[in-house]
């Protein structure tokens, strides 16, 4: 299993392309010779806003989308990257703000009403991705069909594969999903081919991600990784946004304030100020409105920070949760990477100095490189790698962690995590199982996400059951369930039962609907709660062994050898078992596992005696599977009356070559 770590060499025909999907804006770049250059649209500018708008029928894209948005909103969409894979209930805030219409779901799927058309996110994504291809191909005078398309670290199943199916409905197959602040350390590490441990905060449009990585030897490995998934420079200019509308709709007119075509006025006015006040001590915001009025407003660089505090400080929780979940202190951080519009902003970057402690250290975050460039030259070099490499990243090597656990539901509703939290990716695991009522011929596998010790804490990524399992006594199925996560991050799960060799596999399907605060809160809330759910765990978990033990006990009091045992023995069994029973029934698990502890002593002459009539079984023609599968026992169980799930994990070793 170790080779599943790395990375392939694929070598397709024409060339592959590396694509940042923004939430503002989109570009795409490729090697040329050994540095990644941004390509240039038809324009000449490398950005592609991320807006689709239709007039007269015909799809427009980017910079040509613009005027659309401006005249008649209702036919224009932006920020589609904010609507992938999520569901009507998720975005019903910012659809107050938004001038989208609502046309229907498919399934779970949000469609908008765009024009005369009705698009889901991945369709509105697609169109954007296939003006980036168009603008390769033209560049390149070649078809250009492979490419790697970047997605925040904090990307759900649900977002990562509607951005896969983005990429299939433009053309495009996608090699590879790339976190974006992956992909921006790769394109830093060109510059500067040296170990160390660098911290990537990525504040863009729509999404906040902050990875630490660790260089060394050529490979790149996320050793943490954490985020908000609805937090960027959009909450900003809607934050500004709405107290223009607000002082439009008092000031001049409450009508003219809920006009589509207001609210993109005021949108480009506050960015446009929003833009200047990064590098200016004041300036104005400035929209004419519907039937020329117009709004004027002055605002400094001072009053601008003071209102937008509360945003840039919602990326401090993040960034000290990877810091920890990695096991360092901000110090022990060589190189600070800044990508994302909004780190422009000078109250973005004083934050960031002040989380790393940079100024005292003498170090400065890095902005070399253009922060809304960073990410589409990442994406380059990875899909240089991809191709077969060129001298400058032959040597390369990108390994990234699944951000959230994975496991499945077990016996009592707690969760066997099969796959932890910041596992590095692709990752494989494996779990044995087995029933836990007789006769059992069919089990249902429940795949869960998340940190909490009950599923009913965790997220449901799927449900399917593996049928057709000889009825056995409980405890002799042998059920292997393997977990894989590929390199995009999408989780493919199997169970077999290898008594009887009967397999069920399944790739987990998004969940489109699921809302971001509830991935984001679930780390949160496994720390908030983790000492009573660790507790409910526990008491669970006795119990369920308790029931194993007294069942166990129950089935051999029909065995031969329950006639061998003295009465003192039987007595001492008895006393035993009150007293479990009279354990299980309260909350106390300490107390429950004491009294198992004590059943299991009182019973060990009976097992010992048990197990010299299975020897004398075996020595007279009968094997011991046989025999231990008469006294209702798995031949490899150490005690007849030991719980009956056994648990072996193989986790794939990293090859860094």
Same mark, same amino acid.
């Given at each position: 299993m170790a080779d599943l770590l790395q990375i392939e060499s694929i070598q397709p025909a024409g060339r592959v392309v590396g694509i940042d999907l923004g939430t503002t804006n989109s570009l795409v770049a490729f090697m040329q010779g050994e540095q990644p250059v941004v390509i240039p649209g038809e324009d000449g500018s490398p950005i592609v806003p991320s807006v689709v708008a239709f007039a007269n029928g015909t799809a427009l894209i980017g910079n040509a989308a613009h005027s659309t948005l401006l005249?008649?909103?209702?036919?224009?969409?932006?920020?589609?990257?904010?609507?992938?894979?999520?569901?009507?209930?998720?975005?019903?805030?910012?659809?107050?703000?938004?001038?989208?219409?609502i046309a229907s779901q498919a399934g779970e799927m949000l469609r908008l009403k765009v024009g005369p058309r009705e698009m889901t996110a991945p369709e509105i994504s697609a169109l954007v991705l296939g003006q980036l291809k168009r603008n390769a191909e033209r560049f390149f005078q070649q078809p250009v069909t492979k490419a790697v398309i970047t997605v925040p670290a904090y990307f759900n199943d649900a977002q990562r594969q509607a951005t896969k199916d983005a990429g299939r409905i433009a053309g495009l197959e996608v090699l590879r999903l790339v976190n974006e602040p992956t992909a921006a350390a790769l394109a830093y590490g060109l510059d500067r081919a040296k170990e160390g441990l660098v911290a990537?905060?990525?504040?863009?449009?729509?999404?906040?991600?902050?990875?630490?990585?660790?260089?060394q030897d050529g490979i790149f490995e996320v050793i943490s990784t954490n985020g908000d998934t609805h937090l960027g420079g959009d909450d900003i200019d809607n934050l500004l946004m709405a107290i223009a509308l607000d002082e439009i709709a008092n000031e001049i007119d409450p009508a003219l304030a809920a006009d589509p075509q207001t609210v993109q006025a005021v949108r480009k006015a506050v960015i446009d100020a929003k833009i200047a006040l990064s590098s200016e001590e004041e300036t104005r915001i400035d929209a004419t409105l519907p039937g020329g009025a117009k709004y004027q407003r002055t605002i400094s660089r001072a009053q601008f920070e003071g209102l937008i505090t509360d945003v840039i400080a919602r990326t401090a929780g993040? !960034?000290?949760?990877?810091?920890?979940?990695? =096991?360092?202190?901000?110090?022990?951080?060589?190189?600070? !990477?800044?990508?994302?519009?909004?780190?422009?902003?000078?109250?973005?970057?004083?934050?960031?100095?002040?989380?790393? =402690?940079?100024?005292?250290?003498?170090?400065?975050?890095?902005?070399?490189? =253009?922060?809304?460039?960073?990410v589409a030259l990442g994406a380059a070099v990875q899909a240089d790698i991809l191709a077969g490499g060129s001298a400058a990243t032959e040597d390369l090597l990108l390994l990234d962690v699944t951000p959230l656990s994975l496991g499945i539901e077990a016996l009592g509703g707690v969760?066997?995590?099969?796959?932890?939290?910041?596992?590095?990716?692709?990752?494989?695991?494996?779990?044995?199982?087995?029933?836990? !009522?007789?006769?059992?011929?069919?089990v249902a596998i429940h795949v869960v996400q998340g940190e909490r010790e009950l599923a009913k804490d965790c997220r449901s990524l799927a449900r399917f059951d593996l049928k057709g399992i000889p009825p056995m006594t409980a405890g002799m199925p042998r059920i292997e369930v393997k977990f894989l996560i590929d390199a995009n991050g999408i989780l493919h799960v199997s169970a077999r039962e290898q008594r009887s060799g009967k397999e069920q596999e399944i790739e987990v399907k998004p969940t489109?609907?699921?809302?971001?605060?509830?991935?984001?809160?679930?780390?949160? @809330?496994?720390?908030?709660?983790?000492?009573?759910?660790?507790?409910?765990r526990q008491l669970i978990e006795a119990k369920n062994e308790a029931s194993v033990i007294q069942d166990a006990v129950a089935k051999g009091k029909n065995h031969a050898a329950w006639q061998?045992?003295? @009465?003192?023995?039987?007595? @001492?069994?008895?006393?035993?078992?009150?007293?479990?029973? @009279?354990?299980?029934?309260?909350?106390?698990?300490?107390?429950i596992r004491t009294a198992i502890d004590g059943l299991?002593?009182?019973?060990?002459?009976?097992?010992?005696?048990?197990?010299?009539?299975?020897?004398a079984g075996a020595l007279t023609g009968q094997t011991m599977q046989a025999a231990g599968e008469k006294m209702g026992e798995g031949p490899t169980a150490p005690h007849p009356f030991a719980p009956a799930h056994i648990s072996e994990t193989q986790k794939p070793e990293e090859k860094k070559d």
């Open positions: 005249s008649d909103p209702g036919s224009a969409v932006y920020s589609a990257k904010r609507l992938m894979g999520r569901g009507l209930e998720d975005v019903q805030d910012e659809l107050k703000l938004f001038p989208f219409q990537v905060y990525d504040l863009g449009g729509g999404t906040f991600d902050v990875s630490i990585l660790k260089l993040p !960034v000290k949760q990877a810091l920890k979940d990695a =096991n360092l202190t901000p110090e022990q951080v060589d190189e600070v !990477v800044l990508v994302g519009g909004s780190t422009r902003i000078p109250a973005v970057r004083a934050l960031v100095d002040t989380l790393f =402690n940079l100024s005292p250290r003498g170090k400065k975050a890095h902005t070399e490189l =253009n922060p809304d460039e960073v969760v066997a995590k099969i796959i932890q939290r910041n596992s590095t990716i692709p990752a494989s695991a494996t779990e044995h199982f087995t029933t836990g !009522v007789d006769g059992q011929t069919n489109y609907g699921l809302t971001d605060e509830q991935v984001e809160e679930m780390i949160l @809330a496994s720390f908030d709660n983790a000492e009573t759910d660790l507790a409910e061998q045992l003295t @009465a003192e023995e039987l007595a @001492a069994i008895s006393a035993a078992e009150e007293t479990l029973n @009279a354990a299980i029934v309260g909350a106390d698990y300490k107390t299991d002593k009182a019973t060990r002459r009976f097992a010992e005696l048990m197990m010299d009539s299975a020897v």
